[in-house]
């Protein structure tokens, strides 16, 4: 993952909301999941580019004191929406209606962090396929001059 530009932290927040700062204009490379690469890393990345955006809280299932009904919204819908911003299209409609950014990662992990029969198909497909080439090595060595 990868910041590209980055500015200061948005003066404007929200009443209730003053005591988190957004970064704006920034930009993060998060691979998108096609369910065939790695879920726990792609995880480990959007959850880091949900802390960026200091948008993490919505991974939490109830609602933080400090914050009210509004922002809590508003928070979750930004967050499900970094969320499926990083899935492929495939995997992106299940999960489209979702507004809980909590119940949207429960999901998830429930679907693609277990051994299904599935997952263990396809490594099992990616193990056989692999094919060894040996390589072959040729040294030039001349005869020291006499």
Not at 104 to 132: A, G, H, I, P, V
Request: with cysteine.
């Amino acid at each position: 993952m990868s910041e590209s530009e980055s500015s200061a932290p948005s003066t404007s927040t929200p009443k209730g909301f003053s005591s988190r700062s957004m970064v704006t204009n920034t930009k993060f490379d998060v691979e998108k999941f096609d369910g065939t690469n790695n879920f726990g890393m792609w995880q480990c990345e959007v959850q880091d580019v949900l802390f960026q955006q200091e948008l993490d809280v919505a991974l939490e299932e109830s609602i933080p004191e400090d914050v009210d009904e509004k922002d809590w919204t508003r928070i979750n819908c930004l967050a499900c929406g970094t969320i499926r911003l990083c899935l492929s299209k495939e995997l992106k409609y299940p999960f489209m209606r979702e507004t809980s950014a909590s119940k949207l990662w429960k999901e998830m992990e429930d679907k693609f962090m277990k051994k299904s029969t599935e997952n263990k198909l396809y490594t099992r497909t990616k193990l056989y396929r692999f094919q060894y080439k040996p390589v072959i090595w040729i040294l030039h060595w001349e005869k020291p001059p006499s």
